[in-house]
């Protein structure tokens, strides 16, 4: 399907900076436009794909190119304030030819975490498209007021688009690992699994005799109801047709059978390892299985059977599943999306922290105020200058 991203603040813009990285690797074809808007100069200049004349810079008068300092309100208020210059830059998107925008965002920091809801907000009053967030949990270890901003934004952005995308950091950290090579990792995972999603929705059906190829409108479909999302990914390397035992044997090694058993066996790997955001998959109201990788190794059997487990599985009547074929793959993935997901213990636990957060703020501030007033007091015995 075709997207308009726009990466808002430091996270928003690398990781749209990644899906094109991704899209024109991998020939995927599914970025029509990619934005990114920013309070901090640096951060802009620092992408390396999105194009410059669609770099955005917010908050100039506020916070003149530096950044809002992780406090979400004044991001917030930035966007609210700076709406027509972003809006400069979505007028510059072919709008007819796109099937949904999706603004991305780190939700603990302050120019992403409050800018974002306030532009899906702005896309769904003017435009028909659908507004898709794609929103990224902070690590527990960032401390309180990254979870407290990112309970708060997470609040307001299900309610700003039609679907919230979820990954959360916290399940995709290493140990040991540098801060910046670990995003680059956890970029590339995120752009692996919700590209290989948006990309199966935009082949072109002309190429292959695909039996049961998925469409965008299926996407749409699964993601349409709202709430929260989340994605599975598993693969495995299969001989391809040009392998050592095709040369030897004349034999293309295909078997029905065993790619019928390895396609659902992916489905369960894919639905029971670890989820962008990690819940009961039970809970899932909705669901997508796409099976990718070389045509000759995907079956609308092994789709069938993947799909019906998942319906086991979920308990719902709303399973859809299809095909991406892509031909040049040693690979054959499945890619599971999970729809209006409401079992989500980490969901619940950044709402507990973001609480006793706010509430030791106030406490603090309350403190402090209370020994500041302390310390000036001088019984009346001193006059000030003026
Ligand atoms: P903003 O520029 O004020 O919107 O804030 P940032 O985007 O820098 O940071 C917000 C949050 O996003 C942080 O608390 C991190 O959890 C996360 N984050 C920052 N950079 C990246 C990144 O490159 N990748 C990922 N996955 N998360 C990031």
Excluded at 114 to 126: E, N
Excluded at 148 to 171: P, Q, W
Aim: charged fraction near 25%; charge should be negative; include cysteine.
């Amino acid at each position: 399907m075709k997207l308009a991203l726009i990466g808002f603040g430091q996270a928003g813009g690398k990781v749209v900076d990644e899906f094109l990285a991704f899209d024109e690797r991998t020939g995927g074809g599914f970025v029509e436009s990619a934005i990114a808007v920013n309070s901090a100069t640096t951060d802009l200049k620092g992408l390396e794909r999105v194009p410059e004349r669609n770099r955005v810079l917010v908050g100039q008068a506020r916070v003149k190119g530096h950044g809002v300092g992780a406090d979400n309100e004044l991001g917030a208020e930035i966007a609210e304030a700076d709406i027509d210059e972003i809006q400069g830059a979505i007028d510059r998107i072919p709008v007819h030819e796109i099937d949904a925008f999706l603004v991305v965002a780190g939700m603990g920091g302050g120019t992403g975490s409050g800018g974002a809801p306030v532009l899906a907000k702005h896309l769904r009053r003017i435009y028909t498209q659908p507004v898709y967030g794609l929103g990224i949990l902070p690590g527990t270890d960032e401390g309180g007021i990254y979870t407290l901003n990112a309970a708060r934004s997470f609040r307001t952005f299900v309610d700003e688009v039609d679907n919230l995308l979820v990954f959360d950091n916290d399940a995709w950290r290493s140990a040991g690992e540098s801060v910046a090579g670990g995003y680059d990792r956890i970029n590339r995972e995120i752009v692996e699994r919700f590209g290989l999603l948006f990309a199966a929705g935009e082949i072109d059906q002309g190429d292959h005799v695909a039996e049961s190829v998925v469409d965008s409108s299926e996407i749409i479909n699964t993601l349409s109801g709202g709430g929260v999302s989340t994605i599975g990914y598993a693969s495995e390397t299969v001989e391809t047709d040009d392998g050592l035992l095709s040369s030897l044997t004349g034999d293309d090694g295909f078997d029905e059978g065993a790619a019928t058993n390895r396609l659902t066996s992916l489905v369960r790997k894919a639905t029971l390892g670890r989820l962008t955001l990690p819940c009961d998959v039970a809970s899932a109201d909705r669901g997508l299985v796409v099976a990718t990788g070389p045509p000759s190794r995907l079956n609308r059997k092994g789709v069938e059977r993947g799909r019906q487990w998942l319906e086991d599985e979920t308990g719902s009547m709303e399973i859809r599943g299809g095909d991406y074929p892509l031909p040049d793959r040693s690979e054959v993935g499945t890619i599971v999306l999970l729809s209006g997901v409401t079992d989500v213990p980490r969901i619940d636990q950044l709402q507990q922290v973001a609480i006793e957060a706010q509430e030791t703020t106030e406490d603090v501030r309350a403190q402090a105020d209370e020994a500041f007033t302390s310390l000036m007091d001088t019984g009346g015995e001193l006059d000030a200058l003026f």
